[in-house]
């Protein structure tokens, strides 16, 4: 599976009074599939607008966006709303801060519910609930699966929600902020499964956050101040 994002001078401005700002600054970043890119930096430098666009929640100034996919590339930049809301139903997976799963829904009924949206490669009832109990398995839940959302920890739901973001089989992965919620050893758990699943199903990933303390875990590491994006590890080579 060629899955990859390549983002190549995408540039981001928005309304400030009669001026314009800058939230995306020439960014330029590559991610191959199977294969986690962390991004961290302070609040309002821009790593919020990079997800947006990567996500197609909002198309850029300029630059482009590439997203290899099992069926060719996409430059997600040029997308219209409608092209943009299919390709993040079929190849895309996103992660919230937050896991917003649907309080009557069990964890296998949160999967398969996303099922139904998908247009493209529709699946039968029975292989769709195969697949939700097989990735509720693979994130450590399969004893869980038949409860509901307040029946399950803080770390439980935002495994629901991965397990979710995955049943597209998705060629993307973004991902904000995903242990703002839980204790330092809960996230540091998050993280293992998100640089496992990745791995697993080769998947690109962009995974916006603030902590610090687990980024030996990602393959590589980006700072982003005042728009501007910059690799911090593994650490470019020079010539």
Do not use: W
């Not at 962390?38 to 630059?63: E, F, Q």
């Not at 949160?110 to 490669?121: F, G, M, N, P, S």
Request: with cysteine; net charge neutral; aromatic share 2%.
């Amino acid at each position: 599976m060629p899955n990859a994002l390549t983002i190549t001078d995408v540039t981001l401005t928005y309304p400030d009074g009669v001026d314009r700002l800058t939230a995306l600054n020439r960014v330029n970043l590559h991610v191959p599939g199977g294969a986690v890119a962390a991004i961290t930096g302070p609040s309002g430098s821009g790593k919020s607008s990079l997800l947006a666009v990567a996500a197609t929640l909002i198309r850029p100034d300029s630059g482009s966006i590439i997203l290899e996919t099992d069926c060719g590339p996409i430059n997600l930049a040029q997308l219209n709303r409608r092209a943009a809301a299919q390709v993040r139903r079929t190849s895309m997976g996103i992660v919230f801060q937050q896991p917003n799963l649907i309080p009557a829904l069990t964890a296998v009924e949160q999967l398969t519910v996303t099922d139904h949206l998908e247009i493209r490669k529709r699946r039968s009832r029975k292989d769709t609930h195969a697949r939700a109990l097989e990735l509720l398995d693979t994130v450590g839940l399969a004893a869980h699966s038949d409860k509901r959302p307040a029946q399950l920890s803080g770390g439980q739901r935002q495994r629901v929600n991965i397990a979710r973001a995955l049943m597209n089989e998705p060629a993307l992965m973004v991902i904000d902020e995903p242990t703002s919620a839980l204790d330092s050893e809960r996230g540091a758990a998050i993280l293992d499964l998100i640089t496992t699943v990745a791995r697993q199903h080769h998947t690109a990933t962009l995974l916006v956050t603030h902590d610090t303390t687990h980024l030996d875990r990602m393959d590589s590491v980006y700072r982003m101040v005042d728009g501007h994006l910059s690799q911090v590890h593994p650490v470019p080579l020079t010539a």
